[in-house]
């Protein structure tokens, strides 16, 4: 475990400077209903497919034999010190207990940090949630009368629709559809620092209609622009000369194309150089992270959060990623190191916010491509539907499991087959309740989830 240090995370928002990192803002940006105050939003995306299945697990003796009858003989590939024996689960104090009648509930033994988040009520499980044009069970699946989501179990077209709504090929994503409408909130005249991605996966959860991705490393410096990155090529003058060359030339050139390419540029430049503003000085934060790329990641997070007044930002949306978790073999070996590192870097970051004093402002939660099948394919598990996700913050109604949890049988009412679940909350009844706590009113959320009306309530995450 590290100390959260002040390391400048120089980065630019964009692949491409043709594309732009900064898109030229429209006047007149639709103002949310709640601005006042701070307030982020980070989603931590895990790529692949976690199992749910092994993530929460049946504790009651009838639920669990029905697990074991399924899964027992895969459980044997399992370590000890990992090991699924109900003897090595720990119960969860869920405080809606009695919406599940006699059932109880267990995280994985790998999963002790975001146990301990649970029983203290900054954590919340949203059971079984996935894609879904219209509400939909196994019969009417399996006879057609309700429309499937596209492109099921394909990875990624699942992630796709996780991130936009829409299958591989969106342009926009529900995370930069929220920070469109929020971006008057944000005191800077160009509000680089409202979406923050953090490494270099692209993906569309960021990209609005004006709002973009500004990146950022936990590791060093990432460049924005394939020209910036020739300034390590020069020592510092002659860097400073090349910046403000590129930030000239905008005014200079008579083809529109270039003078954009220019701008783009410039304005690149100049958004690395507020970011750098932002981390001189001011003390660093002492909560402990995990040395795993995950925890250093959430670290990052927690830094830039801990510069926000000086980034002068007063709503961020962040996305970190983290992979490995297609687990189609090795998954007793693999999925428990997976666990315990996800695990410790959210209880991680959780903590940071506490010391910050903004835990009330801050709101982690997860996606993942999709769940896995209930039946395992002999040393591992293969692609599912329907997954449970957790939001965790001070604002979160934590200690509870909202939703549905199928129990763990093969044919029932929400099995599409070998245990791949069909998801019974939707992802818009999922991050509805996100964008709201977030400040965007009714009709704004309505715009930025069209289909919400399709299901019934929105997830009751929040406090």
Known sequence: ?????????????????????LPRFASGTAQAANTSGYRALVCLFFAGGLDGHDCVLPYDLSSYDQLTNIRGNYFNNY??????????????????????????????????????LFDQGRLAVVGNVGPLENPMNRETYLNGSVQRPPRLFSHNDQRSIWRSLEPEGAR????????????EANANPEPAFTCISVGNTPN?????????A????SEGVIRNLAVESTFLLFDEQKRENLRQHLRDVSTSRQNLFERDFAATNRRAID??????????????????FPESRLGQDLATVANVINRRIDLNVSRQIFYVGVGGFDTHSRQAIDLPRLQDKFSDAIRSFYLATEEMGIAQDVTLFTMSDFGRGLVANGDGTDHGWGNHQYVVG????????????PSPTLEHSQDVGRGQLIPTTSIEQFAAP??????????????????????????????
Not at 172 to 183: E, H, S, T, V
């Open 1 to 21: 475990m590290t100390k959260l240090n002040r390391r400048l995370f120089l980065s630019a928002a964009g692949a491409t400077a043709a594309t732009g990192i």
């Open 79 to 116: 370590s000890t010190s990992d090991s699924r024996a109900r003897s090595n689960l720990t119960p969860l104090n869920v405080r809606n207990a009695s919406n599940f009648g006699t059932r109880q509930f267990a995280f994985s033994p790998n999963m002790e940090g975001m146990r301990d």
């Open 172 to 183: 926009l994503g529900w995370g930069g559809q929220i920070a469109d409408l929020m971006l």
């Open 204 to 212: 569309t959860f960021l990209s609005g209609n004006m709002a973009r």
């Open 214 to 217: 500004y990146k950022v490393g």
């Open 271 to 288: 958004a690395n150089g507020s970011f750098a503003s932002a981390f001189t000085g001011g003390s660093p934060l002492n909560t402990s």
């Open 394 to 405: 001070g604002a979160v109604d934590g200690g509870r499991i909202i939703g549905d949890v």
């Open 434 to 463: 996100l964008a709201r706590w977030f400040g965007l009113s009714g009709s704004e959320v309505n715009s930025v989830f069209p289909s919400l009306n399709r299901f019934g309530p929105e997830a009751d995450i929040f406090v």
